[in-house]
């Protein structure tokens, strides 16, 4: 399974970014029972999920994104995408796409968001 993340970029405080996730090399039903989400690593720091959408449609986020992340998914397509509104320089990081069930843990390689000030 690959997962391949795009959308990242140089941002000022107060954009917008929306990051996109393809998944390939699994079959749809898979996807539709996986959890789908979003990580991020700043510089010295832990990751951490920003968002996740489960496979019930449950969705989870971060305190400090609140009301500015959406966490979407099109399981038809087998993509994942995280709008990113009010983007502020704390938000700077490597974002990572996940897919994850009881059963598999996939990664993409991270999309770099810079937000400066």
């Known amino acids: 399974v690959q997962l391949q993340a795009s959308g990242g970029g140089s941002v000022q405080a107060g954009g917008s970014l929306k990051l996109s996730c393809k998944a390939s090399?699994?079959?749809?039903?898979?996807?539709?029972?996986?959890?789908v989400g979003w990580h991020r690593q700043a510089p010295g720091k832990q990751r951490e999920l920003v968002a996740e959408?489960?496979?019930?449609?449950?969705?989870n986020y971060e305190d400090t994104v609140k009301g500015r992340f959406t966490v979407s998914r099109d399981n038809a397509k087998q993509m994942v995408w995280l709008q990113m509104n009010s983007l502020e320089p704390e938000d700077t990081a490597v974002y990572y796409c996940?897919?994850?069930?009881?059963?598999?843990?996939?990664w993409g390689e991270g999309t770099l968001v810079t937000v400066s000030s």
């Open positions: 090399g699994i079959i749809e039903s898979s996807f539709r029972f996986s959890h």
């Open positions: 996940n897919i994850r069930s009881e059963f598999w843990d996939y």
């Open positions: 959408r489960t496979s019930g449609g449950k969705v």
